[in-house]
């Protein structure tokens, strides 16, 4: 997957990737997509989120949060209210934290919610990119809110790259979750 450079190309691979885990969350039986993530003993990658989320409907909050964070972050900016990506206490080195809270905050979330939240939240993000030129999108620097950034960067970080991010889990959980039945 090449990282989009125009606004066409960053509502296409959005939405295809978006598809995509769809597809493979679709493609699951309900007890894999109802089950408890479980990589084995032998798993071991080290960043947090393999051990904070447990479940399909923590990952798909996880985006529509992700989702939100973009959404506020532009609009507050668009109308002149400056505020960072990350909302105060949080910053890039303590990121994770949040996510942590994001987690904490929907474990009473049923999974149809976080489905319905997220497909909804995935909209607004597409129908506010579609606002946006391709200069504005990826020129640097052309809003002083994104600092050395692209706006377009950040609309790949919380959607294409996001949702590729989602699907590796997902696929691990599919394979770890067959591994373990197949010996039962």
């Known amino acids: 997957m090449s990282r989009p450079t125009t606004k066409a190309d960053l509502i ?5 990737q978006f598809e995509k885990m769809w597809k493979l969350i679709n493609a699951m039986t309900e007890d894999e997509r109802s089950a408890t993530f479980n990589f084995g003993d032998d798993f ?13 409907r923590d990952i798909l909050i996880h985006l529509y949060e992700w989702h939100q964070l973009l959404l506020n972050w532009i609009e507050a900016n668009k109308n002149g209210e400056p505020r960072p990506f990350l909302p105060e ?11 942590v809270k994001f987690w904490e905050k929907h474990q009473s979330t049923p ?74």
Not at 44 to 56: F, G
Not at 121 to 141: G, P, R, T, W
Request: net charge positive.
């Open 111 to 184: 999974f149809e919610d976080s489905k319905k939240l997220l497909l909804e939240s995935h909209k607004k993000v597409l129908d506010l990119i579609e606002q946006f030129s391709n200069e504005e999108l990826f020129e640097s620097k052309h809003f002083n809110w994104t600092g050395t950034t692209s706006l377009g960067s950040y609309c790949i970080s919380t959607t294409s790259s996001h949702y590729d991010w989602a699907i590796k889990k997902l696929k691990q959980h599919i394979k770890s979750y067959r591994n373990v039945n197949a010996k039962a």
């Open 89 to 99: 206490p949080y910053n890039w080195k303590t990121y994770g934290d949040m996510n």
């Open 12 to 16: 296409q691979t959005a939405n295809e």
């Open 44 to 56: 071991n990658r080290k960043e947090a989120h393999w051990k904070r989320d447990k479940n399909i």
